[in-house]
């Protein structure tokens, strides 16, 4: 019998496991950006969920939709983006928007998208070493797509880097042990007694995308004892308040697991879409440690502030009917991957009506504590009283995905697999599927009308038409 397991231990023995690299932390982390520059009046946050490559192509077409908006200036819209948040294949782009800007979609398609990210990466399900190591823990580890990454794209980048951008971003991972989302944020990285200013941005990335069997988990060490740590008052409050949200409550134990050592010693991350596919976590985490309900903005922003767009881009494919026209199937790999696709799914759904219900909260809340201010502190935050009104503000949030587009359309996109390697002609396609659903989002237009602008007029100059149902902002 040992002689028959020999020749699986000692593939099993293969697996690329991962080693911590994240240091000690001296003193606390800095918050993830300065503030925003600018009149303030415009604010943008964007959430890119997973899927690959095709998610990363999906919301590239997004921000070169931003950017054709006519606003008079080279980048359109994306100047005044502010906030994103990414997970699996929308963390790329996210991570490279926060890092340099609009700048940074400038040559992304032949940068990135139209390249093999896949080059150091084990993808043949054929061979039997291949499957051990899926079984073993993963297949491939950060020295494969967290290599690639740091090579095209990020140059050793590090969190440090993206503070100096005014675009706050949120790369989202999933916490196996404690089944709930892991942000890397400052507040994640007190927990750990760990600097986050010197961890890769590439090791985040790859950490939001490590797709179960797929990808080893990547591994952080928990330096307790290594600072001072003192729990932030948002998560006692979660912990011991009744009325705190379920999701809430969970990362808030997450958070203080990490500060155990009989508890956590090694946190062990996977595709962030398992527990949050657009990584919605941060906004309320942000929302209650700031414990002011104008959060994530300051409140200067929050004064100034008159038209907030908030789009998702969404690009999931539609239900996958293979295993349901026949009697066998899945098991084995194909069992375990559907499994976390389902949940992936799930995650999509639950994950946006989540998002535009704090969104809702946060709008109410804004506008009570706008209206609650003395027209001295108006002043002095706004500069002047002139034209202010408290309840002037407008809020959209919309989510742009396959479904807006023909079904023919659709056809093709939910053929598009989700690999870090495409047909150049599957980039374009999903790419240009970014754009038109951006232009058929209601919110979208809706937001547009608000400033102005006629949605019409812009998507004959950027020469597609498109069309929606009637839309009103969340207010």
Request: glycine content about 10%; charged content about 20%; hydrophobic content about 40%.
């Given at each position: 019998?040992r002689?028959?397991?020999?020749?699986?231990?000692?593939?099993?023995?293969?697996?690329?496991?991962?080693?911590?690299?994240?240091?000690?932390?001296?003193?606390?982390?800095?918050?993830?950006?300065?503030?925003?520059p600018?009149?303030?009046?415009?604010?943008?946050?964007?959430?890119?969920?997973?899927?690959?490559?095709r998610?990363?192509?999906?919301?590239?077409?997004?921000?070169q939709?931003?950017?054709?908006?006519?606003?008079?200036?080279?980048?359109?819209?994306?100047?005044?983006?502010?906030?994103?948040?990414?997970?699996?294949?929308?963390?790329?782009?996210?991570?490279?928007?926060?890092?340099?800007?609009?700048?940074?979609?400038?040559?992304?398609?032949?940068?990135?998208?139209?390249?093999?990210?896949e080059?150091?990466?084990?993808?043949?399900?054929?061979n039997?070493?291949?499957?051990?190591?899926?079984?073993?823990?993963?297949?491939?580890?950060?020295?494969?797509?967290?290599?690639?990454?740091?090579?095209?794209?990020?140059?050793?980048?590090?969190?440090?880097?993206?503070?100096?951008?005014?675009?706050?971003?949120?790369?989202?991972?999933?916490?196996?042990?404690?089944?709930?989302?892991?942000?890397?944020?400052?507040?994640?990285?007190?927990?750990?007694?760990?600097?986050?200013?010197?961890?890769?941005?590439?090791?985040?990335?790859?950490?939001?995308?490590?797709?179960?069997?797929?990808?080893?988990?990547i591994?952080?060490?928990?330096?307790?004892?290594?600072?001072?740590y003192?729990?932030?008052?948002?998560?006692?409050?979660?912990?011991?308040?009744?009325?705190a949200?379920?999701?809430?409550?969970?990362?808030?134990r997450?958070?203080?697991?990490?500060?155990?050592?009989?508890?956590?010693?090694f946190v062990?991350l996977?595709?962030?879409?398992?527990?949050?596919?657009f990584?919605?976590?941060?906004?309320?985490?942000?929302?209650?440690?700031?414990?002011?309900?104008?959060?994530?903005?300051?409140?200067?922003?929050?004064?100034?502030?008159?038209?907030?767009?908030?789009?998702?881009?969404?690009?999931?494919?539609?239900?996958?009917?293979?295993?349901?026209?026949?009697?066998?199937?899945?098991?084995?790999?194909?069992?375990?991957?559907?499994?976390?696709?389902?949940?992936?799914?799930?995650?999509?759904?639950?994950?946006?009506?989540?998002?535009?219900?704090?969104?809702?909260?946060?709008?109410a809340?804004?506008?009570?504590?706008?209206?609650?201010?003395?027209?001295?502190?108006?002043?002095r935050?706004?500069?002047?009283?002139?034209?202010?009104?408290?309840?002037?503000?407008k809020?959209?949030?919309?989510?742009?995905?396959?479904?807006?587009?023909?079904?023919?359309?659709?056809?093709?996109?939910?053929?598009?697999?989700?690999?870090?390697?495409?047909?150049?002609?599957?980039?374009?396609?999903?790419?240009?599927?970014?754009?038109?659903?951006?232009?058929?989002?209601?919110?979208?237009?809706?937001?547009?009308?608000?400033?102005g602008?006629?949605?019409?007029e812009?998507?004959?100059?950027?020469?597609?038409?498109?069309?929606?149902?009637?839309?009103?902002?969340?207010?």
């Open positions: 019998m002689r028959a397991l020999l020749p699986l231990l000692l593939l099993l023995g293969c697996a690329p496991w991962n080693q911590p690299q994240n240091q000690p932390l001296q003193g606390e982390n800095a918050p993830l950006s300065d503030p925003a600018g009149d303030g009046e415009l604010y943008i946050g964007l959430a890119f969920s997973g899927g690959g490559m998610a990363t192509a999906f919301a590239y077409g997004m921000l939709e931003l950017q054709a908006a006519q606003t008079g200036t080279p980048y359109g819209l994306l100047d005044n983006v502010h906030l994103v948040s990414g997970v699996s294949g929308g963390s790329v782009m996210a991570a490279q928007l926060g890092l340099k800007g609009p700048e940074g979609i400038t040559g992304l398609r032949e940068k990135f998208l139209i390249t093999n990210a080059t150091h990466m084990t993808t043949s399900g054929l039997p070493l291949t499957i051990a190591k899926g079984v073993a823990g993963g297949v491939n580890g950060r020295d494969t797509f967290g290599r690639y990454l740091d090579e095209t794209l990020f140059h050793g980048a590090t969190f440090a880097d993206l503070r100096r951008s005014h675009i706050k971003t949120w790369i989202n991972a999933t916490d196996m042990a404690n089944n709930t989302p892991f942000l890397f944020s400052p507040e994640t990285f007190d927990a750990l007694c760990s600097d986050l200013s010197r961890v890769k941005l590439s090791e985040a990335v790859a950490a939001s995308a490590a797709f179960p069997l797929v990808f080893t988990p591994v952080l060490k928990a330096h307790q004892g290594k600072c001072t003192r729990e932030p008052d948002w998560l006692t409050a979660a912990r011991y308040n009744p009325e949200t379920a999701a809430m409550r969970a990362h808030a997450a958070l203080e697991s990490y500060t155990n050592p009989e508890e956590v010693k062990k996977l595709d962030g879409g398992i527990t949050d596919n990584g919605t976590t941060g906004l309320a985490v942000e929302r209650a440690r700031a414990q002011v309900p104008y959060a994530p903005l300051t409140a200067q922003e929050a004064v100034k502030l008159k038209r907030m767009l908030f789009l998702v881009a969404n690009a999931g494919v539609d239900k996958d009917y293979d295993w349901t026209r026949r009697v066998e199937g899945p098991g084995g790999v194909n069992l375990a991957m559907s499994i976390a696709t389902s949940a992936m799914s799930a995650a999509s759904r639950s994950g946006y009506d989540s998002m535009r219900g704090e969104l809702r909260l946060w709008e809340e804004l506008i009570e504590w706008r209206c609650a201010l003395p027209l001295a502190e108006v002043r935050l706004r500069g002047s009283t002139q034209g202010w009104d408290c309840k002037d503000v809020l959209f949030v919309g989510e742009a995905s396959f479904a807006s587009l023909p079904k023919a359309t659709r056809d093709q996109l939910d053929a598009v697999p989700t690999r870090l390697k495409l047909p150049t002609s599957q980039v374009d396609m999903v790419i240009e599927a970014g754009r038109q659903a951006t232009r058929a989002t209601p919110e979208f237009n809706g937001f547009l009308a608000s400033l602008a006629n949605p019409i812009t998507r004959i100059q950027t020469g597609i038409a498109a069309g929606g149902r009637r839309v009103t902002p969340l207010n």
